[in-house]
């Protein structure tokens, strides 16, 4: 299995009612994203995934 890419993101399952973005490390260990709460509405983790305020989605 090749190495993930670091600017990818995934959602993970926090309590099976909400999602949650986590990011991939260099040393593919999954890390949550704390700057948004996890959410059942997609579009504003999509929307916030967008905005990124700290540029660790799409680079400063």
């Not at 399952?13 to 991939?24: A, C, I, Q, S």
């Not at 994203?33 to 540029?55: M, Q, W």
């Given at each position: 299995?090749?190495?993930?890419?670091?600017?990818?993101?995934?959602?993970?399952?926090?309590?099976?009612?909400?999602?949650?973005?986590?990011?991939?490390?260099?040393?593919?260990?999954?890390?949550?994203?704390?700057?948004?709460?996890?959410?059942?509405?997609?579009n504003l983790l999509l929307e916030e995934i967008s905005r990124d305020?700290?540029?660790?989605?799409?680079?400063?």
């Amino acid at each position: 299995m090749g190495a993930l890419p670091e600017d990818r993101a995934a959602a993970i399952h926090d309590d099976n009612r909400h999602l949650g973005p986590v990011l991939p490390s260099r040393n593919l260990r999954f890390h949550r994203y704390d700057h948004a709460p996890p959410s059942a509405a997609v579009n504003l983790l999509l929307e916030e995934i967008s905005r990124d305020p700290t540029g660790i989605f799409w680079g400063c």
